[in-house]
């Protein structure tokens, strides 16, 4: 099946200025910005600046300076944001939701970057 972008997205509307947002970081391929409604003290988004809807769509349909990029990016903001935890920070945790059985809200690539408070186990019991 192939993958269905939809243009009218939030974010897709945030990359083309229509919504503003607080951004933590911009690249040539990459935005990252703070989540609107934020679980923990550190809660970013890391988008490509594509159209894709999801991790796999990404990593089978983005160039190679895309991908790398994306993944250098969120990189510089551990790094920016002191949360590297082989250099003294406190860790953090990444969440890239797809699709219906990850309740993806936004139909638009992105990487939670979330820190800032203990965030348990990966998974609340079923
Ligand atoms: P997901 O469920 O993984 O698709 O997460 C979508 C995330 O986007 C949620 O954490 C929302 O709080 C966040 N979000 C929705 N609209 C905005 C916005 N305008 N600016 C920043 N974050 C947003």
Known sequence: M?????????????LRGEIPNNT???TEHTLAFADIFPQAPVHV????KGPYVCADHFGLAATDAEIVDFNRTIAKICA???????EGGQGYRTISNAGD?????????HVHILSGRP???MLQPA
Request: charged residues 15%; without cysteine.
């Open 2 to 14: 192939a993958y269905s972008y939809d243009p009218q997205n939030i974010f897709a509307r945030i």
């Open 24 to 26: 933590v970081m911009e």
């Open 45 to 48: 988004l890391v988008i490509p």
């Open 80 to 86: 920016q944001l002191d949360l590297q935890p082989g």
């Open 101 to 109: 059985v990850a309740a993806q809200e936004v139909p638009h690539y």
């Open 119 to 121: 965030l348990g186990r």
